[in-house]
């Protein structure tokens, strides 16, 4: 399995347009997870899912991020409009529940919007 | 919810000599303690992990500690390399589960 694939790599975006960040989990892993990485606030938690379905999504900043998992294998963050303050790195990670309850974290994906 | 405590924040220390980096939980529940390992410009990746049934835990050079009634628990990497040279994360989680909450990062600079 070529692991957790996440795009674009580098986004640079304009205040108010929209962005969708995109992740494939690895084949089998029944966990997804977004995560949002700065340096004021670490690793924090945006959403998680389930089998596809959205289990806690407690830790998405307001109503302009929302995020989906249409099937097992793909997961989008979308965030519109997007804010200065949305600057960051987005990881996407997936796990196995009934393995090690290792995360596997995608490349991420930098997000600067101007 | 669960809340992890990580210090310090930064530690730089000279090659060859030891580095502990500290992390306490507050979910008495969390029986699942991975630490994660993110070089610059990289993913984070599992280094190690342990479980409440065992107090400690040996992988080469790197060794992690807990304390269940204290609910902390640590990292040492002894004989520093440059290579080591990364933000380290510690997690604490519910087996079962797995969802983790993370520390917020020890940046661990290794000084040839």
């Given at each position: 399995?070529?692991?957790?694939?996440?795009?674009?790599?580098?986004?640079?975006?304009?205040?108010?347009?929209?962005?969708?960040?995109?992740?494939?989990?690895?084949?089998?892993?029944?966990?997804l997870?977004w995560?949002?990485?700065?340096?004021m606030?670490?690793l924090?938690?945006?959403?998680?899912?389930?089998?596809?379905?959205?289990?806690?999504d407690?830790g998405?900043?307001?109503?302009?991020?929302?995020?989906?998992?249409?099937?097992?294998?793909?997961?989008?963050?979308?965030?519109?409009p997007?804010?200065?303050?949305?600057?960051?790195?987005?990881?996407c990670?997936?796990?196995?529940?009934g393995?090690?309850?290792?995360?596997?974290?995608?490349?991420?994906s930098?997000?600067?919007?101007? | 919810?669960?809340?992890?405590?990580?210090?310090?924040?930064?530690?730089?220390?000279?090659?060859?000599?030891?580095?502990?980096?500290?992390?306490?939980?507050s979910?008495s529940?969390?029986?699942?303690?991975p630490?994660?390992?993110?070089?610059?410009?990289?993913?984070?990746?599992?280094?190690?992990?342990?479980r409440s049934n065992?107090?400690?835990k040996?992988d080469?050079?790197?060794?992690?500690t807990?304390?269940?009634?204290a609910?902390?628990f640590?990292l040492?990497?002894?004989e520093?390399?440059?290579?080591?040279?990364?933000?380290?994360?510690?997690?604490?989680?519910?087996?079962?589960?797995?969802i983790?909450?993370?520390?917020?990062?020890?940046?661990l600079?290794?000084?040839p």
């Open positions: 399995d070529a692991g957790v694939i996440q795009s674009p790599r580098h986004e640079v975006t304009e205040m108010g347009q929209e962005v969708t960040l995109r992740c494939k989990p690895i084949s089998g892993h029944d966990y997870f995560y949002r990485q700065t340096m606030r670490g924090e938690l945006l959403i998680y899912f389930n089998n596809n379905v959205p289990i806690d407690s998405m900043p307001e109503d302009r991020f929302s995020a989906k998992m249409p099937n097992a294998s793909f997961s989008t963050l979308k965030i519109q997007s804010e200065p303050r949305d600057s960051a790195v987005y990881f990670a997936s796990s196995f529940r393995a090690t309850g290792e995360l596997f974290f995608g490349e991420g930098r997000l600067t919007v101007l | 919810g669960e809340n992890v405590e990580q210090h310090p924040s930064t530690l730089s220390v000279q090659e060859g000599d030891s580095a502990v980096i500290k992390c306490t939980y979910d529940a969390s029986n699942y303690f630490w994660y390992k993110q070089e610059l410009g990289k993913r984070p990746q599992l280094i190690i992990d342990i065992v107090g400690e040996k080469q050079r790197i060794a992690v807990l304390n269940k009634t609910k902390h640590s040492h990497i002894t520093t390399q440059p290579e080591d040279s990364a933000v380290y994360f510690c997690a604490a989680s519910r087996g079962g589960s797995y983790p909450t993370f520390g917020r990062g020890t940046s600079i290794v000084h």
